[in-house]
Nanobody
Framework: QVQLVESGGGLVQAGGSLRLSCTASGSIFRLNDMRWYRQAPEKQRELVASVTTGGSTVYADSVKGRFTISRDNAKNTVYLQMNSLKSEDTAVYYC???????????????WGRGTQVTVSP
C-alpha cells in the first residue's frame, strides 16, 4: 500500500505565509512528478504547482512569484512554500504523484486526503 500524507495547513491572515508538506510512504520504487492541487468551495480542482524528479517546476499564473514548490527525493517529500497569501488562496490543498510500485512496477496515480488552508482578509 502506498499513500501521500499532507500537513501544514491552517488559518493565516492575508499577507502571511504557510508551508505545506506531503510525504509518500509504502513500497515505492519511484516517484515521478509531484504536484499540488487545490479546490475551493464550489470550484473545480486546479493545478497549483508541479516539480519533476530533476527539480523543474511549473506554476499556475495565479501563484507565480508567491508560491515555491520543492522536493526532497531522499525523503519522498514535496513542499509548497506559500507567501503573500490572499483570501482567494483559501482552499483544500491536495498532493498528487504517480508512483511506481516496488513489486509490480505498476504506476498508480495517488492522491493525499488534503489539508485546509484558510486565509482571512
Amino acid at each position: 500500500q502506498v499513500q501521500l500524507v499532507e500537513s501544514g495547513g491552517g488559518l493565516v491572515q492575508a499577507g502571511g505565509s504557510l508551508r505545506l508538506s506531503c510525504t509518500a510512504s509504502g513500497s515505492i520504487f519511484r516517484l515521478n512528478d509531484m504536484r499540488w492541487y487545490r479546490q475551493a468551495p464550489e470550484k473545480q480542482r486546479e493545478l497549483v504547482a508541479s516539480v519533476t524528479t530533476g527539480g523543474s517546476t511549473v506554476y499556475a499564473d495565479s501563484v507565480k512569484g508567491r508560491f515555491t514548490i520543492s522536493r526532497d527525493n531522499a525523503k519522498n517529500t514535496v513542499y509548497l512554500q506559500m507567501n503573500s497569501l490572499k483570501s482567494e488562496d483559501t482552499a483544500v490543498y491536495y498532493c498528487h504523484a504517480p508512483m511506481v510500485i516496488l513489486t509490480s512496477r505498476a504506476t498508480i496515480s495517488t492522491w493525499g486526503r488534503g489539508t485546509q488552508v484558510t486565509v482571512s482578509p
